[in-house]
T-cell receptor, first 114, second 116 residues
Framework: KQEVTQIPAALSVPEGENLVLNCSFT??????LQWFRQDPGKGLTSLLL?????REQTSGRLNASLDKSSGRSTLYIAASQPGDSATYLC?????????????FGKGTLLTVNP | EPEVTQTPSHQVTQMGQEVILRCVPI?????FYWYRQILGQKVEFLVS????????KSEIFDDQFSVERPDGSNFTLKIRSTKLEDSAMYFC??????????????FGQGTRLTVV
């Protein structure tokens, strides 16, 4: 059974710092991996999608990498801003079954202090 | 930008009552999902729906739950007899009919269900 773990559970950084969020998954048989942002009490906003054949994806100040064989992904946020404060969720789409469901980690709560 | 919309944003119901959560997926998407997030826990998959039938469901999705696409735009989740442990944020999501590798799921803002 696929398990997704995110470390650290919480992270507090000063504004302007570059930071890395980590995600690991137990089964490398995945189709893709998605990073989401969740603001308190709100929905999930898709940030980046990395297909299993890709190594990284970039969007603005965000860069996500994927090492499928070792079951790891990282989300790099450059020049962090207070508006980046949120919970960041990692989710994988496992092979098998309907092939379309996502398995989520518990998230990393990021606080960027002005 | 197209988005998934959910109503209501918050629903309070008495234990044993039926509730219906409503979603309008992105218009050209063909795959629809319900997930839930109990406070402080992971987002959990409940059910996926394609071509007017359930394509996969989790062990959480027992016979108290049902889904329906009553018309061309709405997608609903019904809980027949709510329990206290059904209290959670329920998310609807949709995705286009791409290959599994490039399928990207888009989520709504959620309905917070409180069972009292």
């Amino acid at each position: 059974k696929q398990e997704v773990t995110q470390i650290p559970a919480a992270l507090s950084v000063p504004e302007g710092e570059n930071l890395v969020l980590n995600c690991s998954f137990t089964d490398s048989a995945i189709y893709n991996l998605q990073w989401f942002r969740q603001d308190p009490g709100k929905g999930l906003t898709s940030l980046l999608l990395i297909q299993s054949s890709q190594r990284e994806q970039t969007s603005g100040r965000l860069n996500a990498s994927l090492d499928k064989s070792s079951g790891r992904s990282t989300l790099y946020i450059a020049a962090s801003q207070p508006g980046d404060s949120a919970t960041y969720l990692c989710a994988v789409r496992p092979r098998g079954g309907s092939n379309y469901k996502l398995t989520f980690g518990k998230g990393t709560l990021l606080t960027v202090n002005p | 930008e197209p988005e998934v919309t959910q109503t209501p944003s918050h629903q309070v119901t008495q234990m044993g009552q039926e509730v219906i959560l409503r979603c309008v997926p992105i218009s050209n998407h063909l795959y629809f999902y319900w997930y839930r997030q109990i406070l402080g826990q992971k987002v959990e998959f409940l059910v996926s729906f394609y071509n007017n039938e359930i394509s996969e469901k989790s062990e959480i999705f027992d016979d108290q739950f049902s889904v329906e696409r009553p018309d061309g735009s709405n997608f609903t989740l019904k809980i027949r007899s709510t329990k206290l442990e059904d209290s959670a944020m329920y998310f609807c999501a949709s995705s286009a009919a791409d290959t599994p590798s490039n399928t990207e799921a888009f989520f709504g803002q959620g309905t917070r269900l409180t069972v009292v």
